[in-house]
């Protein structure tokens, strides 16, 4: 079982900056692609990035391109999710996922394993 804890989330002014982190259990994470991604109230679940296992592979939406970058360090079995130039449209509960594979889907449904979300909003 994979447990994933995600925290940074906050309210920020638009064009500000958060940085979230996705902290896992377990010895294998490392060897795990994983994803964040987004709900707004009324609207279904939305890739954002996801990177492979070593980091050597990075994908974005093109609605973050540019603005968002993910990153993992597993020696602390932790992703992150460096988010720059924020607007309001922005503005949802941010989830991490994983798989125990090294395989990047952008559909949300490929991936077994999620934390709790951290809420992000971003005011005009």
């Known amino acids: 079982q994979v447990q994933l804890v995600e925290s940074g989330g906050g309210l920020v002014q638009a064009g500000g900056s958060l940085r979230l982190s996705c902290a896992a259990s377990?010895?294998?994470?490392?060897?795990?692609?994983t994803g964040w991604f987004r709900q707004a109230p009324g609207k279904e679940r939305e890739f954002v990035a996801a990177?492979?296992?070593?980091?050597?592979?990075?994908y974005y939406a093109d609605s973050v391109k540019g603005r968002f970058t993910i990153s993992r360090d597993n020696a602390k079995n932790t992703v992150y999710l460096q988010m720059n130039s924020l607007k309001p449209e922005d503005t949802a509960v941010y989830y991490c996922?994983?798989?125990?594979?090294?395989?990047?889907?952008?559909?949300?449904?490929?991936?077994?394993?999620w934390g709790q979300g951290t809420q992000v909003t971003v005011s005009s």
């Open positions: 990177i492979t296992s070593t980091g050597g592979s990075t």
């Open positions: 377990g010895r294998t994470f490392s060897r795990y692609v």
């Open positions: 996922a994983t798989r125990r594979d090294d395989v990047v889907f952008l559909d949300a449904g490929k991936y077994p394993y």
